[in-house]
């Protein structure tokens, strides 16, 4: 196995392809790119090996298996499905020291974070906290879901009609409410710039008091522990997506998309000793005993056996962070995470409980002629950034969405994607 920094895999991987010198086995992040590698030749159609491939598929179920396939040929073996991490999160003891509750509506979410600024919840005499931060579009999750909207690049089913977070039609009133936000100074100015985590490090440093994040993020160990440490006294709890007109999301989820889409390079089948060891490889993570290892690592070393229960031990949690690389066939997702985190599992349970707007972006592998999608997310991610900090004005957002189509064809490939889903039965 060769492992490459994350930021620099996708440029290492194009240099060895173009250079003739293949992985037998290699993967990519979505089934667009995997349709590139196809379409390239250079991908091992897996359908005659399905049926030895059965260990695989009868841990994922047939759903989840099916991911794999393009047209009817299984190209991929997708690890297992995640689940989601993320929820809204509040400092409890500013809301206590306010005589403030957390809050269940729009109405409310902004009382608190007006309060967070005005009303100096630090104590410290200045006037230099942020009700609510976070990172990008990913900060305005439960905000646009309360008005059922998922993120700009979002594609999901409403009313039974297939949109886009650009076009749905609430989507100017989600942006209002947040730019209404935005423009009290309500929410940290630089939501879109923070990168690396920024946006925590300013809410455990207590200059913010609502973020918009993962469990791993607050309440794993490393994490509390960081936050206990900048300020003893601060309390960091979950509370549900406030309701709004649109219902009550925590944003959106893709559960068509897979963590991990593997494929093995069609160079491999002139060697089918070679093929079958990767398949053994593959089939091996899937069973009792391999899902184990690479799930847990090693017995009474990152683990220990009691009476049939599985109980993590510290090491477990400091040293599996990247045991993720050698789940091949995916995990037992929720089963792992109460395992390993069971001191937080309640944490774990909540993200996932908070309902969802269901992303089907996973779904999408091709593209009809003319449009170019990276254009078009920069044009949508560049453009709502406008309406959001008052750069454009909102009484042009009709006219966004009309470019989005005379310029980038956008009708088009949401005509393109209602048909790959109606393919896949992901909608009718």
């Not at 089934?31 to 390239?40: H, I, N």
């Not at 929720?334 to 993200?351: C, G, M, P, R």
């Amino acid at each position: 196995m060769s492992t490459v920094a994350m930021n620099d895999y996708e440029n290492q991987l194009n240099v060895r392809l173009a250079a003739g010198n293949f992985p037998d086995a290699f993967e990519v992040d979505s089934t667009s790119k995997l349709k590139a590698f196809v379409d390239k030749g250079l991908v091992l159609d897996l359908t005659p090996y399905v049926a030895k491939l059965k260990p695989v598929s009868d841990f994922q179920g047939q759903a989840d298996f099916d991911r794999g396939k393009l047209q009817g040929k299984q190209y991929a073996i997708v690890r297992d499905a995640d689940v989601p991490f993320s929820s809204f999160w509040v400092r409890q003891d500013w809301l206590t020291k306010l005589n403030l509750k957390a809050p269940t509506n729009l109405d409310e979410l902004y009382t608190v974070a007006k309060a967070f600024v005005e009303q100096d919840p630090d104590g410290n005499g200045k006037k230099d906290t942020f009700g609510i931060t976070g990172f990008e579009f990913e900060a305005f999750s439960s905000i646009f879901g309360a008005f059922g909207v998922g993120a700009p690049d979002a594609l999901y089913v409403k009313n039974g009609k297939l949109v886009s977070g650009a076009t749905d039609p609430q989507a100017k009133d989600a942006i209002a409410y947040a730019k209404k936000l935005l423009d009290e100074g309500l929410i940290d100015p630089e939501i879109i710039t923070n990168k690396n985590n920024a946006d925590v490090d300013k809410a455990f440093q207590g200059k913010a008091g609502i973020i918009f994040k993962g469990w791993n993020n607050i309440s794993r160990k490393t994490s509390y522990d960081k936050y206990k440490s900048i300020n003893p006294n601060a309390e960091w709890v979950q509370f549900d997506s406030p309701v709004g007109p649109g219902g009550k999301f925590a944003g959106g989820f893709d559960y068509t998309k897979g963590p991990a889409y593997f494929m093995v390079s069609k160079s491999v089948e002139k060697d089918p000793a070679k093929l079958q060891k990767i398949i053994d490889v593959f089939n091996y993570t899937a069973t009792e005993e391999g899902l184990r290892l690479v799930s847990y690592g090693v017995e009474n070393k990152h683990y220990k056996m009691d009476g049939g229960k599985l109980t993590a031990l510290p090491a477990l949690d400091t040293e599996g962070t990247n045991f993720w690389i050698y789940q091949l066939a995916g995990r037992n997702e929720l089963e792992y995470l109460k395992t390993k985190f069971a001191y937080i599992s309640k944490d774990v349970q909540f993200a996932i409980d908070q309902p969802r707007i269901k992303m089907l972006n996973g779904a999408i592998y091709e593209y009809p002629a003319g449009f170019n999608k990276a254009d078009a997310d920069r044009y949508v991610k560049e453009e709502t950034i406008k309406f959001l900090f008052g750069k454009r004005p909102l009484t042009e957002y009709d006219s966004f969405t009309k470019e989005l189509d005379t310029t980038f064809k956008f009708n088009a490939f949401m005509t393109s994607a209602e048909n790959q889903l109606k393919e896949k039965k992901l909608f009718q």
